[in-house]
Nanobody, 123 residues
């Protein structure tokens, strides 16, 4: 059974950077991993994802190159580096895993989810 746990959220100012981590237990080496986020009152949307072998990553078009995803299969850790944060980035960020070759945008494609970590960006 795979379990995911996010960490690193917090309150920052616009323009700051923040690094989120997702620690996995139960061997996610062969899983495609992704980050989603859910703003208050809105649906959960795809941020970016990376294949089990590191190919990609793929990002949501709206991020304009501000975010970067990486993974360390030896440590079973997924990282989301967020730069030049904006108030619109305020959301709960979720780590997710799927048994497929490539990231997809749909939440229903992902079998495993973390509990989320909250990011608040003030202007």
């Amino acid at each position: 059974q795979v379990q995911l746990a996010e960490s690193g959220g917090g309150s920052v100012q616009a323009g700051d950077s923040l690094t989120l981590s997702c620690a996995a237990t139960g061997s996610t080496v062969r899983y495609t991993m992704a980050w989603f986020r859910q703003a208050p009152g809105k649906e959960r949307i795809f941020v970016g994802g990376i294949s089990w072998d590191g190919n990609g990553p793929n990002y949501a078009d709206s991020l304009s190159g501000r975010f970067e995803i990486s993974r360390d299969n030896n440590k079973e850790t997924l990282v989301l580096q967020m730069n030049n944060l904006k108030p619109d980035d305020t959301a709960v960020y979720y780590c997710a895993g799927r048994n497929g070759r490539k990231p997809t945008l749909q939440t229903y494609d992902y079998r495993y989810w973390g509990q989320g970590t909250k990011v608040t960006v003030s202007s």
